[in-house]
């Protein structure tokens, strides 16, 4: 199954002093999703935002998805004031989860789509019982906890096994990619098999925010 390409930017780098206008603006611009990192200075080494903010951005009048990535541990305390809060996706790292499977379902019963994220060094057979259970797969392509990191090549190998992996289990489920997302690598990206695009320090990182995405898009339809 094929999904349309979104681009996500990342609020972590975005300027947290007018973040409703930040997120209108890069809407406006052309992006699909709002990625929204959620750390816990426990889980990685950086303190961001939680449910309130995601419930301000709701009351702002944002009304794209919003992909809620969970640096935390542990996860299922969140899950329902995220969910309340506004959130569509939540995804979180099997780490910070002792069962995977109740923490999908969790995710699910308070109606939100779930996704599981691997760090570089996290091995993918946490994949191998919870397929049914996922909306969205996102590999990161940097170790988490900060915006503006190197994309590791290594993710490019790891994206091409979770694409088959996803394809031969018929199950429609995103495959996002997190860290170093510019549009210089996203046409490499896009061939190992992504759908769903972070970028933090690429778009907010420019002054304008319409010309990166338009960028990114004509990058990846280099790709076909
Ligand atoms: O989850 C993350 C870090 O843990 C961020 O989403 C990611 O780093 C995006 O920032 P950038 O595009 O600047 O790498
Ligand atoms: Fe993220």
Redesign the pocket.
């Known amino acids: 199954m094929k999904n349309e390409n979104w681009i996500a930017p990342?609020i972590?780098?975005a300027n947290f002093a007018k973040l409703g206008e930040e997120v209108d603006n890069v809407l406006k611009a052309g992006a699909d999703i709002v990625?929204f990192?959620v750390?816990d200075n426990h889980f990685?080494p950086?303190l961001t935002i939680g449910p309130l903010v995601c419930e301000a951005l709701r009351k702002h009048g944002v009304t794209a998805p919003i992909d809620v990535?969970l640096?935390v541990e542990p996860v299922d305390r969140i899950v329902p004031d995220f969910a309340k809060a506004g959130a569509s996706y939540i995804t979180f790292h099997p780490e910070g989860s002792v069962h995977i499977d109740r923490t999908l379902q969790l995710i699910k019963d308070c109606g939100c789509k779930a996704g599981l994220v691997f760090n570089p060094g996290t091995p993918l057979s946490h994949l191998d019982y919870v397929m049914d259970k996922l909306d969205m797969i996102l590999l990161?392509?940097?170790?988490?906890?900060?915006?503006?990191?190197s994309?590791l090549p290594s993710a490019l190998g790891k994206l091409r096994e979770v694409r088959k992996r996803i394809d031969d289990s018929g199950f429609n489920i995103r495959l996002e990619i997190?860290?170093?997302?510019?549009g210089a690598n996203i046409g490499a990206i896009k061939a190992a098999g992504a759908d769903t695009f972070?970028?933090?320090?690429?778009?907010?990182?420019k002054p304008d925010y319409k010309a990166i995405i338009d960028e990114m898009r004509a990058e990846m339809a280099k790709v076909g």
Do not use: K, Y
Request: glycine fraction near 20%.
């Open positions: 990342s972590l780098s990625h990192d750390m990685v950086n990535h640096m990161m392509s940097v170790n988490p906890g900060f915006g503006g990191q994309f997190d860290g170093g997302v510019n972070v970028a933090g320090s690429a778009i907010f990182g």
